[in-house]
């Protein structure tokens, strides 16, 4: 199976750069991708690293390392509307297309 | 861009009563649909992965005979909450899987009284 974990809460100010870390175990997965989800809302993807090293996004940006079983979502010049929940998700090589999501980070962003 | 939705947004049902909850892939088909479960500050949990003229497959721990899933054509699948209760209650969202990536509907509010 597969477990990903996120620290529980970020709090960064407006304009600064947050990252968000997203530890993992897992037996095999095709990639790691990144949602962001509004309260009430539904996720939306942000970005999604399929190999190792950076994938930049305009102002967002992920990173992954599968010798370290370790990815991060760097999100730079933070907007107040950026205030929400983030996830790592990976789909499994043994679980077909399901995805299987991180415990989540909430974001909030501070004037 | 693919557009997943559902209805209704939100319900309200007494304890006891059964729910049923539609997944609409707008403009695209989806042979396969998954739904989650999300509880309060908490992550997506995967329930069950809806397939097209088959029956759905449910992850470990959700009770099939509960929760009824029925994907009768390839831009609708229908979750039912059969006879709901208050651990019910939570935020449920459908996803549409397509050739680059899943697509996640905005969500159903049940809140079982």
């Known amino acids: 199976g597969q477990s990903l974990e996120q620290p529980s809460e970020v709090t960064a100010v407006e304009g600064a750069i947050v990252q968000i870390n997203c530890t993992y175990q897992?037996?095999?997965?095709?990639?790691l991708s990144w949602y962001q989800q509004h309260d009430g809302g539904a996720p939306t993807f942000l970005s999604y690293?399929?190999?190792?090293g950076l994938e930049e996004t305009g102002r967002f940006s992920s990173f992954l390392s599968r010798s370290d079983s370790y990815g991060y979502l760097l999100l730079q010049e933070l907007q107040m509307k950026d205030s929400a929940s983030y996830f790592c998700?990976?789909?499994?090589?043994?679980?077909?297309?399901?995805?299987?999501f991180g415990t989540g980070t909430r974001l909030a962003v501070r004037p | 861009g693919a557009v997943v939705s559902q209805h209704p947004s939100r319900v309200i049902c007494k304890s006891g009563t059964s729910v049923k909850i539609e997944c609409r892939s707008l403009?695209?088909?989806?042979?396969?649909m998954f739904w989650y479960r999300q509880f309060p500050k908490q992550s997506l949990m995967l329930m069950a992965t809806?397939?097209?003229?088959?029956?759905?497959?449910?992850e470990q721990g959700v009770e099939k005979d509960k929760f009824l899933i029925n994907h009768a054509s390839l831009t609708l699948s229908t979750l039912t909450v059969t006879s709901a209760h208050p651990e019910d209650s939570s935020f449920y969202i459908c996803?549409?899987?397509?050739?680059?990536?899943?697509?996640f509907g905005p969500g159903t509010r049940l809140t079982v009284l």
């Open positions: 690293n399929a190999l190792d």
């Open positions: 996803s549409a899987k397509t050739g680059s990536g899943q697509f």
């Open positions: 403009d695209f088909q989806a042979t396969t």
């Open positions: 998700a990976v789909r499994g090589k043994s679980s077909g297309d399901k995805l299987t």
């Open positions: 809806s397939n097209e003229g088959s029956k759905a497959t449910y």
């Open positions: 897992t037996s095999g997965f095709y990639g």
